[in-house]
């Protein structure tokens, strides 16, 4: 087991702005050579005193709370516990197995920092420059020039221009951005008239017939997509290959921006690549569950997830945390996604 848990005001160091955990400090893509402890120290210094900074610190509190709490459930499972819920898990896992689905190729598509792909396509003085779609209160989309300085997509505006003085607002024009998403949705249509999108910059498209069809690979696929794209928008879009839509999403999120990632219909293949990621990438796993799977029980890796299954059997229930605790059992044997 880890250390116990610190809320922000609990670190009495120098450096306090370490254990202040908040949305704005994870990377997304575009930002892997940030430096991630002087987007924290500023967040930090900027936030404290705040109402959103005294939120943060009861919600850290609460979770403290959670944590002590699993830890004490945990410390009282017996090996009898423990033997019970290993055949839980187990169970759960050979139904999973019986369910695997590797018939499927399912493409998500991800328009590249979309709104702010948007107002440079408009506006061609904005190209190379940070860009930052939103105001000083909220920014909605950060350009990949602006990632690199740490900016991104729910942080304040005012922390934007600190982490990066020459950024460049512009306001949202959504209508203007619905106009580009209908362009991008009349490519999708070609591969699956019935894909479905998440919002105005992601979709996702069984592209399993189009393949059989036309004796072409989803990696073919991905490839001629992404050029009809840029080709009816002038924009471009990251995509990702997989047996199901949740590993799809991960994979298009690989080779951003501009780029794909296809992961063959094929078990070892599933198995390896889901076992690396983090299990942040599981939808519907925030910092509070990481937090809590991670000090609890030292899992960071869907891997873990599994080699600990007993206890989080033992810990979680079917719904809530147990929901994407099964979901992650999903990705490992590409059981039939989700219902739409």
């Known amino acids: 087991m880890t250390s116990s848990a610190r809320t922000p005001s609990d670190d009495g160091g120098d450096r306090p702005w370490q254990s202040y955990h908040t949305a704005y400090t994870n990377a997304k893509a575009g930002m892997e050579g940030v430096d991630k402890e002087k987007v924290q120290r500023v967040i930090y210094e900027m936030s404290k005193g705040s109402k959103y900074f005294e939120n943060e610190q009861k ?19 017996t090996d009898n516990d423990i033997s019970h819920f290993q055949k839980v ?45 939103g105001s000083m209160s909220m920014i909605a989309t950060a350009s990949y020039e602006a990632r690199k300085f740490g900016v991104r997509a729910a942080m304040p505006g005012f922390i934007g221009c600190k982490l990066c003085p020459d ?20 490519v999708f249509q070609r591969y699956d008239p019935n894909f479905f999108a998440t919002s105005l910059d992601e979709a996702y498209l069984d592209i399993t017939e189009v393949c059989i069809e036309r004796g072409i690979t989803g990696e073919e696929v991905a490839s001629e997509l992404r050029g009809a794209v840029h080709q ?52 519907g796993i925030g910092k509070v569950t990481e937090q809590m799977l991670h000090q609890v029980l030292g899992i960071s890796t869907c891997q873990e997830m599994l080699q600990k299954a007993a206890f989080l059997c033992a810990l979680f229930s079917e719904g809530s945390t147990g929901l994407y605790i099964n979901y992650t059992f999903k990705l490992f044997y590409s059981a039939p996604s989700v219902p739409k």
């Open 59 to 77: 919600k850290e509190a609460i979770t403290k709370l959670k944590i002590e709490h699993l830890r004490a459930q945990c410390a009282k499972l």
């Open 89 to 133: 898990a187990e169970k759960k896992i050979i139904e999973l197995e019986a369910s695997r689905d590797l018939s499927k190729i399912w493409l998500h598509t991800d328009m590249d920092a979309f709104y702010a792909a948007v107002e440079t396509l408009e506006n061609p003085s904005l190209k190379g420059k940070p860009l930052a779609v």
């Open 167 to 186: 950024l460049v607002f512009v306001r949202p024009n959504f209508e203007r951005y619905t106009h580009y998403s209908e362009l991008a949705r009349k």
């Open 232 to 283: 009816e928008t002038g924009l471009t879009c990251s995509a990702g290959v997989a047996p199901n839509r949740m590993i799809a999403k991960v994979c298009s999120d690989i080779n951003k921006p501009n780029g794909q990632f296809i992961l063959p219909n094929d078990r070892n293949a599933v198995t390896t690549f889901v076992s690396t990621l983090p299990i942040r990438k599981i939808g």
